[in-house]
């Protein structure tokens, strides 16, 4: 069994940030969950385009507020407390912060190995690694 306890993770290689996001990687990879999970917090009022295009992620929302934006349909739908989004599509989306700080819970399908930040696309790339 592990415990991981967000506090240890705050200041170290696991704690990655990119414009507009900071992401906590609770599980990576290597801990051999087959998903990684990671918390992220989104600043009020940030923007980001994102498009997984090689990954799958679901994300759950346990605190403040914003939208994401499906770029298919043009639909916008509002993130709170309690909301979950899945991009079982590698749905390219836009994510914006709103009046609070947003807390995110997301877990990626493959899991990312640790490092990974957004290309110019908005995606993480391929793990190439063997495993
Ligand atoms: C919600 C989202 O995709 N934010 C960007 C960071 C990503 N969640 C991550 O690496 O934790």
Redo the contacts with the bound molecule.
Sequence with gaps: MKIVRVGDIIGTERE?H?PG?T???MLLKKDGMGFSF???I?PAGGE?N?W?KYHL?A?YCVAGNGTITDKATGETHDISDGTLYALDKHDQHT?RGGTEDMR?I?A?NPP?TGQ?V?DEDGA?LPDTSED
Excluded: A, K, Q
């Design positions: 990655v990119g996001w992401s906590r990687r990671h918390e992220t989104i980001l994102l997984y992620e994300v994510l995110l997301c990626f990312v990974e957004h993480y």
